[in-house]
């Protein structure tokens, strides 16, 4: 079973890798849509800010909320646990204060 959910893990950790990196890009493309949308201006300019804002934004909200799922889900098939604290004692040196 442990091998089963290794091999799951890392496919799905290739999965939400490209997704996310194709989320934050897709994010990031739309500065240069609302830019070009303040360069032409008057109408067209509000039909790119409305396809922006009400289909295309949605779309990657929606599909970077489900990769942050699966990365979850990797991270509870790896057995790891990076959102926990650590409770070590931090121990000072003879040269520290």
């Known amino acids: 079973m442990k091998a089963f959910a290794k091999k799951v893990s890392s496919i799905f950790r290739v999965v939400f890798g490209y997704g996310i990196l194709a989320c934050l890009f897709a ?26 804002y009400e289909d295309f934004l949605p779309v990657v909200i929606y599909a970077s909320t489900i990769l942050v799922v699966l990365g979850l889900i990797v991270m509870y098939l790896n057995g790891e646990k990076a959102l926990t604290t650590n409770k070590k004692k931090n121990v000072k040196h003879k040269g520290e204060l």
């Open 27 to 52: 994010g990031g493309m739309t500065f240069f849509g609302y830019l070009a949308a303040m360069i032409i201006g008057g109408d067209t300019a509000e039909k790119i800010c409305v396809f922006l």
